[in-house]
């Protein structure tokens, strides 16, 4: 996580040195509209940094349950950072459509826009690889927005190729059609980084394993309350579980290390706390939980 957070500053700003060089020799309004991105993207990595650093910090006195929120509060400022650049895109796109102007330097501005096509793929390359490593919610934000750059990029450079042949038009429509995805970026950004802080259930279909990981222990007779929630990296679990009343309290007590080691092994970031309840059961309904219980050690 630290080497992407490294990574994405150092290529942030190699990009805007290249991009405001550019822009200073084409005059070209698409290409304001990445280095305007750009600087954006540098804030927030610069932003990711901390809060990684902050996040990594194990457990304390004062934060029991860890700091990893700070990764979700990290994505909420980078969403804030691309709405202002994408409302300044706008803006600038807008002036341009009122008067237009012809581009100057094109094999400058197509060289920057391919160095910063190929950097950005780069990046994106390591941050997937650190996505699915670690989960992380601040370089998930961070990459999303360079996934998005890649496309505004593209964009760009196709902007300059049909100006160049005569479509002064066309170099402020694209910036406006950059400024509209990178609004719609943001919105997705800030979404999920809300969720989290308000402690959002996890999917449906992730709850839906848990209740099924718990529930195939043959000892088990039923699971409820059960809570969820994300705090970075880490997913808190909480859980009842439903025991026979007769079980002594050692049996039971294994029977639940038993679900928290299914549960961990099928989500290996989870932190689960499971709260043990006893059931009576008829003497039908212990019948059939033996003969289960047979079943089960059979096989």
């Given amino acids: 996580m630290r080497l992407a957070t490294h990574l994405s500053v150092a290529v942030a700003l190699v990009l805007i040195i290249a991009k405001g060089y550019a822009w200073w020799h084409t005059d070209s309004v698409a290409i304001l509209a990445s280095l305007v991105d750009s600087l954006m993207d540098a804030g927030a990595s610069v932003l990711n940094l901390f809060a990684v650093r902050y996040a990594l910090a194990p457990a304390d006195a004062s934060h029991r349950w ?20 994408g409302l300044f895109l706008v803006t600038e796109a807008i002036q341009r459509l009122l008067q237009p102007e012809p581009l100057a330097a094109f094999p400058v501005g197509v060289s920057v826009m391919v160095l910063t096509i190929l950097l950005t793929a780069g990046l994106v390359a390591v941050q997937s690889y650190v996505i699915r490593r670690t989960r992380s919610p601040a370089i998930r934000a961070d990459s999303l927005h360079y996934r998005t750059d890649l496309l505004t990029n593209a964009v760009v ?92 309290l050692m049996i039971a007590h294994e029977v639940s290390d038993d679900v928290e080691k299914a549960i961990m092994a099928a989500m290996p970031q989870a932190d689960v706390m499971i709260h043990l309840d006893p059931v009576s059961l008829t003497e039908e309904q212990l019948d059939d939980k033996i003969e289960a219980v047979e079943n089960a050690e059979g096989s």
Avoid at 69 to 79: R, S, T, V, W, Y
Avoid at 237 to 246: K, N, Q, S, T
């Fill in 66 to 85: 860890g700091h990893g929120k700070a990764e979700a509060i990290a994505g909420l400022g980078q969403g804030l950072f691309i709405i202002a650049s």
């Fill in 157 to 248: 450079l196709l902007a300059l190729l049909l100006a160049q042949l005569g479509w002064l038009g066309v170099d402020p429509l694209f910036a406006l059609a950059v400024a509209a995805y990178t609004l719609k970026a943001a919105w997705d950004i800030i979404a999920d980084a809300v969720s989290e802080l308000l402690d959002q259930e996890l999917p449906e279909t992730q709850r839906e394993q848990i209740i099924s990981v718990a529930s195939a222990h043959p000892k088990v007779l039923g699971v409820h309350d059960l809570r969820t929630r994300s705090a970075g990296r880490v997913d808190f679990l909480e859980l009842h579980l439903e025991l026979d009343d007769h079980l002594p």
